[in-house]
Nanobody
Framework: VQLQASGGGLVQPGGSLRLSCVAL????????MAWFRQVPGKEREGVAW????????YYADSVKGRFTISRDNAKNTVYLHVNSLKPEDTAVYHC????????????????WGQGTLVTVSS
């Protein structure tokens, strides 16, 4: 199983990027997908989730209105459009399979991928 993320880079505050993640080795259509981000020394944060079936989405409050998650099941790919970036968005972004708990928390489930680094700096 592989989840190959790409699209990160150095961007100025207010800028945008499109992160992509290709899933290999499992039936992509069967899984809800998510993006998490991680900063050394800080807890992992689930930022976005998309359902496998009806395309329902969830966003963490910290990114709501600025990030958009989407998926293309024909290409086994999940995307994260990140807009209006702030320095505090700097992190390694990982795609993964994920689930929303009854309390509305985004948690990692079966598969976790290598990340792509987003650095927001002037």
């Amino acid at each position: 199983v592989q989840l190959q993320a790409s699209g990160g880079g150095l961007v100025q505050p207010g800028g945008s990027l499109r992160l992509s993640c290709v899933a290999l080795g499992f039936i992509f259509d069967y899984y809800d997908m998510a993006w998490f981000r991680q900063v050394p020394g800080k807890e992992r944060e689930g930022v976005a989730w998309i359902a496998k079936s009806d395309g329902s989405t969830y966003y963490a409050d910290s990114v709501k209105g600025r990030f958009t998650i989407s998926r293309d099941n024909a290409k086994n790919t999940v995307y994260l459009h990140v807009n209006s970036l702030k320095p505090e968005d700097t992190a390694v972004y990982h795609c993964a399979t994920g689930a929303l708990t009854p309390r509305g928390e985004l948690v990692l489930t079966d598969y976790w991928g290598q990340g792509t680094l987003v650095t927001v700096s002037s």
